[in-house]
């Protein structure tokens, strides 16, 4: 069980839920975005998970603290999720992370520089994006991923990739080493000790939260002015 409690702070932030397009699919979305923040984290969750997940939205409050904007929005409609080959369908959800990425451009008060944080099978999802060669995400951090699956195109990857596995989550641990040899950008491999594939053990999801911060904010470039 989630037992960590959302981070209150005083830092004033405008959050608003949207509605997003991939095509044909109208896909739901919650964005939050500082005072004068200067870049923005889009969160792909993984399977059977949702824009409502407790784990994200965590991380995300503890982004929004520290001065980041996150999106966290809903990779299937209800209709696809349905069907479940879509929830390990990585080039799908990568396209329709691209295309989230691609309107995100053209909203107004947007921080123009960006990152990703992925979870399990939406980790393979950012990293399949990341390598497309428009893509203008600056650094990745994966929680419990699988970026094995993204297969070939983890070598095309040029952004600053952050993979943190759980200790006691021995298979992905493996699998997350493998991918690590496939990574050609700065990467480097965190193991929160103690913790399970959902980070489900006390204080390990703020490891997670507080890591991914650091890496946030150390690889997101100086701050800029929205568009």
Do not use: K
């Amino acid at each position: 069980m989630l037992v960590q409690n959302l981070p209150s702070g005083d830092r004033r932030q405008r959050e608003r839920d949207l509605t997003l397009s991939s095509g044909r699919a109208r896909l739901a979305g919650t964005l939050t975005v500082p005072d004068n923040a200067h870049a923005l984290v889009v969160f792909t969750h993984g399977s059977g998970s949702s824009r409502h997940s407790p784990r994200g939205r965590y991380v995300a409050a503890i982004l929004n603290a520290a001065g980041l904007g996150t999106l966290l929005f809903d990779l299937l409609t209800p209709e696809e999720e349905r069907q479940r080959s879509n929830v390990f369908d990585i080039g799908l959800l990568a396209g329709r992370l691209l295309d989230v990425t691609s309107e995100l451009r053209t909203m107004p008060g947007i921080p123009r520089l960006l990152g990703y944080f992925g979870a399990s099978t939406g980790a393979a999802a950012a990293l399949h994006a990341a390598a497309d060669p428009a893509a203008p995400v600056a650094a990745i951090v994966s929680r419990g991923g699988r970026p094995d699956l993204a297969g070939p195109r983890l070598a095309q990857v040029r952004a600053a990739t952050l993979l943190i596995v759980g200790g006691l989550d021995h298979t992905v641990i493996e699998l997350n080493r493998a991918a690590q040899s496939e990574l050609r950008c700065e990467n480097q491999l965190r193991i929160v000790p103690g913790a399970t594939h959902l980070f489900e053990e006390p204080g390990t999801l703020d490891a997670v939260a507080h890591l991914a911060s650091s890496w946030f904010t150390d690889h997101l470039g100086p701050a800029a002015p929205p568009t």
